[in-house]
């Protein structure tokens, strides 16, 4: 996340998720739908503590204020869209375990299939874990009753995270980056995000006329190919993050 402040400073939190202390580079070798599925495809989570650090920093309201329309909204339940039922049958190659699996069926397919256009989906032990996070704070996430459930439901499933993973997350505060664009000047957040190629994209098209919608064909592959060059740029931005400070 990239934050202005009322004075006009700007602020990057980093709260990426991140990799257990366990993993190794070769983990996913031979078996890359491990990274996708499985207790070995979910990393450290880290919205909790960003979303901390942001009320801490800049939050006025309480923070159990903040969280309680999601419950309210996770408790009662909400109209299922069509887009709803798109996104959930483009989960996965087959969305299956969405009603197979009961951890998931008793949200998705209450009634033994998955829910539909219309339908009202609720999710009540949603609504709990933020009743909880509302009421003790994010550190009830990552310690205690739901910490260990997270992490004994992801080593059954062959998952290497440990609660000292959990315990030990923090959000990083980073500066972040900025260029001059067209008399602008365009702030992002640096790496590990893909701020650096949208910066870079920007500056390779700063570069040619992109107004002409007459030139609609020209325009488009002029940002298609700038987009190649920013994403080829990516081993190279990754070597930077990696240097000390």
Known sequence: MIVRSPSGEYEMIDFRERAPA????????????????????????????????????????????????????????????????????????????????????IDFAPQGKLVEVGDVMTRHRY????????????????????ANATITTLRSSGGIMTLSDLRNYTAIIRKPIAINYRGFKVFSTSAPSSGPVVLGVLKTVEGYSMGDLNALNLTTHLLDEAIRFGYGEVPSLHSLRLKPD
């Open 22 to 105: 366990a993993a190794f580079q070769g983990m996913y070798n031979n078996n890359t739908d491990a990274s996708l599925y499985g207790g070995l495809a979910s990393g450290i989570p880290g919205e909790l503590r960003g979303l901390e650090y942001l009320h801490s920093a800049y939050g006025k309201l309480p923070w159990a204020a903040l969280v309680e329309p999601s419950i309210s909204l996770a408790k009662n339940g909400f109209t299922i869209t069509e887009e709803f039922v798109y996104y959930m049958n483009s989960t996965t190659p087959s969305n299956a375990f969405l009603y197979e699996d009961p951890a998931w069926a």
């Open 127 to 146: 609504a709990n874990t933020l009743a909880t996070i509302a009421r003790c704070g994010p550190e009830a996430f990552y310690t205690g009753l739901i």
